[in-house]
């Protein structure tokens, strides 16, 4: 499942989170019964066994990419420390929302939060380079460059946390009604975009029109707007391909996201736990991003090929050395305002381009 499809969960699902409505109609007929148990009853089994507990949260439902993400990890720290470590995840906003994860775990609210970087430039800006038009392929590559790229440059804005995993989405693709194979047929073209996706487009000469995910595909079908430039597993989350039959195989750009913990809470851990986590860093972005490649986009185009018939559309060698050429003043743009603050702009890009072209071999 996406995280665009998050937002639409959530108005379906109200305060019940990622189960929706059956879970919080359950939720009414259980609660007397619940009340009466004794509370140690309640707790999860690893939480009662473990030495220390950790809560974990994300403001997305659970069965999105990254709500896997956390469900394995807190596994794999459980299964690796032999029990001694629990971790509770508390996804779909039930512990902290998008805008307060980060503020929310350095003042303890919980002890990891999994937020989004590239929903927040300004407090992460040498992060957010990560998120220009610079050509990952899928998000196997760009997650494993995203960890490697921290683990090297250890950005300050990350001074406060111990930074546990990091990954990203599939890059961006133009998913339309009628073809986009060239810059003539892009032209003037109303697309719903986010975040860099925006300029991205208008620098390619389409009009990008922003809006929330859920309100697209009534858009699409009354003609406010002719597709979207999004990661392809809405496709099927939102039953696109039964009208956009579309996508130019030209992938754009990517959301970065960061699991941290405060710093000092990590430092107080055991040696042996947080070797387990440090362990685990280079695993999750590799994890991650293969999952979400091959079970949440893999199988969405299959699915718009087998059902809907869906096209993809290559654009000739010439084509693309266009498109990127006009991409690239967003990249020069970006270094320029990062060397101005004082930040390694330039070799981050560089050093970026060498390790995206490295894991596109391995």
């Not at 066994?49 to 809560?55: G, H, K, S, V």
């Not at 300004?122 to 990560?130: A, E, K």
């Not at 979207?228 to 996201?257: C, G, H, I, N, W």
Request: glycine fraction near 8%; charged fraction near 20%; aromatic fraction near 8%.
């Amino acid at each position: 499942m996406s995280i665009e499809r998050a937002s639409k969960q959530a108005v379906a699902a109200g305060t019940a989170g990622a189960g929706g409505g059956v879970v919080a109609r359950r939720s009414v007929v259980l609660a007397g019964a619940a009340a009466a148990l004794p509370a140690a009853m309640l707790m999860p089994r690893a939480a009662m066994a473990a030495d220390i507990n950790l809560t974990y949260a994300f403001f997305a439902p659970a069965g999105t990419f990254p709500g896997k993400q956390m469900a394995h990890w807190a596994d794999e720290v459980a299964r690796r420390t032999k029990g001694k470590v629990g971790v509770k995840t508390f996804p779909a906003g039930t512990l902290l929302g998008a805008r307060d994860m980060y503020d929310g775990v350095t003042k303890g609210v919980a002890d990891i939060g999994l937020g989004a970087p590239s929903y927040d430039p300004g407090r992460f800006p040498l992060t957010s380079g990560v998120s220009l038009p610079v050509g990952f392929p899928n998000a196997t590559v760009a997650s494993r460059v995203l960890w490697e790229l921290t683990r090297e440059f250890q950005p300050k804005e990350f001074e406060a946390f111990k930074v546990i995993a990091m990954f990203t989405n599939e890059p961006g693709y133009i998913q339309s009604k009628r073809p986009v194979a060239n810059a003539a047929q892009l032209a003037g073209m109303k697309l719903r975009a986010a975040g860099t996706g925006v300029p991205v487009l208008a620098a390619l000469g389409a009009a990008p029109v922003g809006m929330p995910m859920p309100e697209v595909p009534q858009s699409v079908q009354t003609g406010v707007i002719e597709g979207t430039m999004t990661s392809r597993e809405v496709l099927q989350d939102f039953k696109l391909a039964e009208t956009l039959k579309y996508v130019t195989d030209y992938p754009t750009v990517v959301v970065a996201f960061a699991a941290v913990m405060d710093r000092r809470k990590f430092e107080a851990l055991p040696a042996d736990v947080k070797k387990v986590i440090d362990d685990l860093g280079p695993e999750m972005a590799l994890w991650t991003g293969r999952y979400h490649d091959q079970q949440n986009v893999g199988a969405a185009l299959d699915w718009a090929k087998k059902e809907h018939k869906l096209q993809i559309l290559s654009l000739t060698k010439e084509e693309r050395a266009a498109w990127d050429a006009r991409l690239q003043q967003m990249n020069a743009d970006w270094v320029k305002e990062m060397s101005a603050k004082g930040l390694p702009a330039e070799k981050y890009l560089a050093r970026l381009r060498e390790l995206r072209d490295q894991f596109m071999k391995s």
